[in-house]
C-alpha cells in the first residue's frame, strides 16, 4: 500500500459510505490508485464528536432534507452508481458488521464482505443487527458468516475497531465516510471529487 493510498473510513450504517463505495471502483480505474478501507464505528465517532446522524440534524429543517435528496441524485447520476434503498430499520445498530469485518480483514475475505454488508444494508435492505438475519444474508452471499461473527468476539478484535474509531477522531473525523490522502481529510460523498483530483495530481 502506497503511503498515498487514499483512506475510506466506513461505517455499514451510512448509507453515504455505502454510495461513497460504489462510486470508488471507477476511482481506483482512473487513476491507478487503490483506495485503503478502514473499518470504524460510527456510533464511537459521533459520541466523542458530540455528533448526531443526518437523520436525527435534519429532522424539522426546512429544505435542508430536500438539498441533501438533490445532492445525492446529482453523485448517483455523476458517478453512475446504483442509488441505495432506505433500509426501513434505520438505525441498525452496526457493532457487530463493523467488528466482522476486521475478522474479514484476517480471514482474506475483507472486498467479499465488504461488498456483501453493504448490500444487505442498501441495496436489499435487511434488520442486520438481528445475528440471526445478518448470520443468513452474509452466508447466502458465500461467506462463512458463522466464523466471522464468531472471531468478531475476540478481544483484540474489538480492540482494533475501538483504535480505528479513535484514530479517526484524533485525526479530525466526525462522521463517515470520511477519506484521508495523507494528512488531507475530506467529509462526505461530495468530497470524493476532491479526493480524485488529489490523487490524480490533478
Known sequence: MSSTAPQFMFDFGSPNAFL?????????????????????LLGGIFKATNNK????????VKNKREFQALETERFVRRFKVQPYVWNPFFPVNTLNLMRAAIAAQLEGVFEKYVDAAFHHMWREPKKMDDPEIALKALT??????????????EADLKAKLIENTQAAVERGAF????????????????QLREVEELISGK
Open 140 to 153: 447466502a452471499s458465500g461467506l462463512d458468516a458463522a466464523k466471522l461473527f464468531a472471531r468478531a468476539q
Open 175 to 190: 462522521g463517515s465516510p470520511t477519506f484521508f490522502v495523507g494528512k488531507e481529510m475530506f467529509f462526505g460523498k461530495e
Open 53 to 60: 446522524s443526518p437523520a436525527e440534524t435534519l429532522a424539522g
Open 20 to 40: 461513497s463505495h460504489e462510486a470508488i471502483p471507477a476511482i481506483e480505474k482512473r487513476t491507478g490508485v487503490k483506495f485503503d478501507y478502514v473499518p470504524i
